[in-house]
């Protein structure tokens, strides 16, 4: 741990981020139309060939890679070589895009015209664009938005055409496929679909990693892709997905282009479109298969003010610098290149820690708007109160000297925060909880959550028609939407809530403890959270930085003392992980106690969720948010991944799950600060 | 040694003066340059009005006037005629700065009474503490002289060899082997550690071939004759080796067959390695040879191959027998402009898959081809630059070939008459393929004059605050593009990240087609004005791309060698068991390290 303490924190404070332009201003000032007939010439890859969309599939199709995987199929298969090469061309036609410009400036016709009933305004940071034009002119780029909204790709396709950027081609899921029209509108506007699954198919992963390389080797466009992999429905950064970006990165390694540039982009949305469906999607409702009439339907309901989007170009990452001193390319010197093969350990944890680094690089360059501070503030006191038996609401004069703090502390931590100064912070205050009136109430003063009954229920008290369950599940509702807010300020306070809460539960405040708790804390979490694999040593550090450089902590000779003024700042971290630390608890407890044998991976959801309602409708657990089935999913992962939880394969017993019990016991005390973190469990885990 | 600069076509371009007689080179420096590039008489410059010229008449380009090198050498560079940086001492050598010789009395004692001669003089010795770095040149530009011989000694066969060996193993002097003095490794450079007294044993007296064998086209020769001596003593009896490397107008037999030496026709003749048939060896441990000179053996490993490339690590080679082939009756040059190099290299690469190579093939990039056409002599007769232009209107407009994209292949064949128009015609067949259209003769030839011009040229460069080097690899076919390209780009890049305040020279040529790859050869110069320590930022940025060479599957070296500059990629180049390999054959064969000049291991 000591051998570390070379490093060096920034001061987040001095982290410097560009100045934003509204673009939707002149699209209220000029015509729509010109703008999507507009001459359009942008700025392409030095090296380009140009080559038509066709001609890029005969490329792909006559690669030596895709040649070779058609020979082995053939080979496996006994099948005819030409019906393996009907097979993958069919692949590819299924896969392909057919970007044109034509479809390109109807979205831009019309996408302005949806952008301005939607948002205030679309707010992008524009140096961030011009170091992106200078990075498409000088090697092939890839996009990394953070995807929190169906809108994400469309959004990014309309900024690069308004900024004369070169055009995406983007990894879209398969079912967006199945949208007839919409399918074919986004394929050509450039998107190109990928199943979304396709474990063991050979074929269709030569065929699929063929086509984005050769796109991306020829300069051909900017490949996008979601590093989540799908929509964030929590608003928290999703773990990492590696398979496309293993495929970006390997024409580097192969030595095939000189460098690959990634650009991780920012996108804040101020109102989440999907908002209430993401939270009914969590809670069980099943998500709506996306169809076309339910996209126009959702539109149609969901005209109303959404605030503004701020979408952050950040500074492009080159995997050259990335793999310098970490990856030996020569290890592709004796294989051919053409010949597929599993990346190495070292190139996967290589492939994992850039993954990690860029969702970070996204996380760090979200704008925070003043409600997000306040959901976490509601949250809190809402869940304080229910402790309490009160009246779960705020005075606003209250709130507002909290959110006033909160401001203070999120900045200090180094916060992308857009608090408006101009403004008195009560002004700021109100016109923040007007804009999210689906969520908080006002009345006489006083602040509460919107639940759709009005006044509290007591958990037991039946309540006209409703059941306790529906009830239970329509406060749900609102609780994680909120959550969804507050989950997007997680990432600025992680690391000292972490440490936090770690001083909460360790058995002294002696360095070293604190450290096995933080450690024990950190690994249990890193399904949950965005947390760089191998970086606790650093983390602690930083948390350590923030906290003794806020004054909110000192650390006496190797003990921790928590200072006057930071009682309030821990008690603040604590209760933000609290729903998490209870969540997994609850987990660990269902699996225990409750979980049948035989139970599945896939009953595992439906059935903690009952184990869950019933006890908050009982009262013995508070915290309505652990009804999410992202937590839950996180915690089954995190327990699987520790092993004290095991997934049975093959056979009719396939993806039954089973339980050592005395390991998530110890879990769940070790979690609830009832056992100390020993060092051996550390060690092991 | 073959490093490219130097006279490539020895024999057929340039006209030999009447060649000194053999006793000149005992004291080379009368004739050579002692902190620069060839001999002391030819050197660019540019005149009172601006234009380069080439002085001296050994070379065809001697006495003319470049118009075109001013403007490409500004525009390139970012140079200016303005700002020079002439060597720093004079072309005198200062005695006084070299240390002075460290004696091995004993050894000296009894050195002198086998009557061998041997010198201390600081001349003498400086001479032979260097090769062509770029490092080695800048430093003795400026006065500046590490650790020297301490002493040279010149046997006149392969008898005084023994002796000096034996010699130098009973006092423990510490013995460096001198060829031609073309090193580009590093090797010639005394370890700073070495306490001993170093000798530098100057194979220069041992340059006679001692006999032809027409029936079984062999000729046997001392290892100290230079490349165009032993072509040219060879040619009087109507034979030839063919062994041409870019240096052979100073390189050594023995020095090839030291550093594994590549020619530039071994598609005809072969490289170092396929024409040596018998070589002969002192080593501490005695003599090695073998006892035949059957063409081939199943012996076990070849010993052969631990001398080939043992860098004088091992010993003194002192007599090599050599394959001859009679004199090629025709020879004619030829040249392909490729749209691009791309193009170039897949045209190549068709060219060694039908194996059908002309004796040398070599592409040169656009920057390369741009180079050249800076080279352009100024032409008395109006008529050939007016045939020039249209060739080039021809060239850039009709054809659609883009000027700042175009590439040039040269060549050279040889052989009968019928044989090489035949061959030709394949040649330019393949090439159509691939888009490229034949560009004459002269172009052909004058390509082939770029490479020994070259060297010379990085002297007038280091006048004016440019330095720059070249080196080479060996790489795939399947990879040559993108070693190309790569190893082009690090370099600018660590330029940039360095701080060099104007772009540099990068650019590269295919100098060597094989079956299963090509050899592939890396220009690289800049502007170092507003750099404090200008050489220690190029050997940064040599070392950065000599990285990413090796990570792109490109060799360690084609044929250069290792020496003391590459040393820190053997073990990943070899692997440990082969460096073991090496140095259990060095611990027998130079237990106490006599060979002590530190290269290779």
Known sequence: ?685 | CGRQPGSIVGVHVHCYPNLCPYLFFFHRQEIMKWNGWGYSDSRFFFNKKGQAEFTGRRYRLSGLIIPGLKDWFESTFGASLQHKTPATVSPILNSSAVQPPTLNEAFVEELKSTGIPLSHDAEDRVFRAHGHCLHEIFALREGKFGRVPDMVVWPNCHNDVVKIVELACKHNVCLIPYGGGTSVSSALECPPEETRSIVSLDTSQMNRILWIDEKNLTAHVEAGIVGQDLERLLNESGYCTGHEPDSMEFSSLGGWVATRASGMKKNVYGNIEDLVVHVKMVTPQGVIEKSCQGPRMSTGPDVHHFIMGSEGTLGVVTEVTMKIRPMPEYQKYGSVVFPNFEQGVACLREVARQRCAPASIRLMDNEQFKFGHALKPQVSSIFTSFLDGLKKFYITKFKGFDPNRLCVATLLFEGDREKVLQHEKQVYDIAAKFGGLAAGEDNGQRGYMLTFVIAYLRDLGMDYYVIGESFETSVPWDRVLDICRNVKARIIRECKDKGVQFSPLSTCRVTQTYDAGACVYFYFAFNYRGLSDPVHVYEQVEHAAREEILANGGSLSHHHGVGKLRKEWMRDTISKVGMGMLKSVKDYVDPNNIFGNRNLL
């Open chain 1, 1 to 685: 741990m000591a051998s570390e303490a070379v490093y060096t924190h920034r001061d987040p404070m001095l982290k410097k981020r560009d100045d934003f332009e509204d673009i939707l201003e002149e699209r209220r000032n000029s015509s729509d139309l010109r703008y999507a007939l507009r001459c359009y010439i942008p700025v392409l890859y030095k090296e380009l060939t140009p080559c038509k969309a066709s001609e890029l599939k005969s490329m792909v199709l006559q690669s030596d890679q895709l040649r070779y995987v058609i020979n082995q199929v053939c080979k496996e298969t006994g099948m005819a070589a030409d019906e393996v090469q009907a097979e993958a061309a069919a692949i590819l036609e299924e896969m392909a895009h057919r970007l044109q410009l034509s479809t390109i400036r109807f979205f831009a016709f019309t996408l302005s015209k949806v952008f301005k009933t939607l948002f205030r305004s679309i707010c992008v940071n524009e140096e961030g664009i011009q170091r992106l034009q200078q990075a498409i002119h000088e090697h092939p780029v890839v996009l990394l938005p953070s995807h929190r909204s169906y809108m994400d790709f469309l959004l990014m396709s309309y900024i690069l055409y308004t900024y004369d950027l070169a055009l995406p081609v983007i990894a879209a899921g398969m079912d967006f496929m199945a949208m007839k029209f919409v399918g074919e509108m986004l394929r050509m506007s450039g998107a190109f679909f990928i199943r979304r699954s396709f474990g063991g198919d050979k074929l269709y992963w030569a065929v699929f990693s063929e086509y984005v390389k050769t796109m991306l080797k020829n300069g051909f466009a900017p490949v996008e892709f979601f590093l989540e992999g799908t929509r964030s429905r929590t608003c928290k950064s999703l773990t990492p997905k590696l398979g496309l970006l293993n495929i970006v990165m390997d024409p580097f390694l192969k030595g095939e282009v000189f460098d690959v540039s990634l650009v991780p982009v920012s996108i804040s949305y101020e109102r989440i479109l999907e908002e209430a469906l993401y939270a009914r999607e969590l809670l069980g409702v099943p998500k709506p298969k996306e169809s076309t009439s339910g996209l126009f339907k959702a539109r149609k309901v969901l005209s109303e003010d959404y605030g503004s989007i701020h979408v952050y170009f950040g500074q492009p990452v080159s995997v050259r610098s990335l793999a310098q001193n970490r990856v030996d390319r020569c290890q592709f010197n004796l294989i051919p290149r053409h010949i597929p093969r599993k990346p190495g350990e070292d190139i996967h944890s290589f492939v994992n820690d850039s993954a990690y680094r860029l969702v970070r690089a996204q996380e760090e360059n979200m704008v925070l708007k003043p409600w997000v501070l306040l959901a976490s503030l509601l949250l809190q006191n809402h869940h304080q109160m229910q402790v309490a038996e009160q009246k779960q609401e705020m005075a606003l004069d209250e709130l507002t000297e909290q959110a006033v703090w909160l401001r203070d502390l999120s900045r200090q931590y180094g916060a992308f925060l857009h608090w408006p100064d101009h403004v008195s912070p009560s002004e700021a205050v109100s016109s923040s909880l007007s804009l999210h009136r689906g969520l908080v109430r006002i009345s006489e003063g006083r602040v509460q959550l919107a639940f759709e009954q009005g006044g509290q229920t007591r958990p037991g008290e039946p309540c006209s028609t409703v059941t306790p369950e529906e009830e239970l599940l329509n406060q749900a509702v609102i609780i994680l939407s909120c959550a969804s807010y507050r989950n997007q300020a997680l990432h600025i306070f992680l690391r000292p809530a972490l440490l936090a809460s770690a001083i909460h539960t360790a058995s002294s405040s002696n360095k070293q403890e604190v450290y096995n708790s933080f450690s024990f804390l950190r690994n249990m979490f890193s399904n949950e959270f965005i947390l760089c694999p191998g970086a606790t040593v650093q983390d602690f550090e930083e948390a350590c930085y923030l906290l003794v450089k806020t004054g909110a902590l000192q650390i006496n000779q190797q003990e921790f003392v928590v200072t006057e003024r930071g009682h309030r700042t821990l008690g603040f971290l604590t209760r933000m992980l609290d729903p998490f630390l209870q969540g997994y608890q609850v987990v660990c407890r269902f699996l225990c106690e409750d979980a049948t044998e035989g139970l599945t991976e896939k009953q595992f959801v439906p059935a903690v969720r009952k184990f869950i309602i019933r006890h908050i409708l009982t009262g013995r657990l508070r915290y309505t948010e652990v009804l999410s089935s992202d937590l839950q999913k996180n915690s089954l992962a995190a327990l699987l991944r520790l092993g004290a939880v095991q997934k049975l394969k093959g056979g009719e017993e396939q993806g039954t799950l089973k339980v050592n019990k005395v390991m998530v016991n110890s879990l769940e005390d070790t979690l609830g600060g009832k056992l100390p973190t020993q060092k051996a469990v550390v060690a092991r885990l």
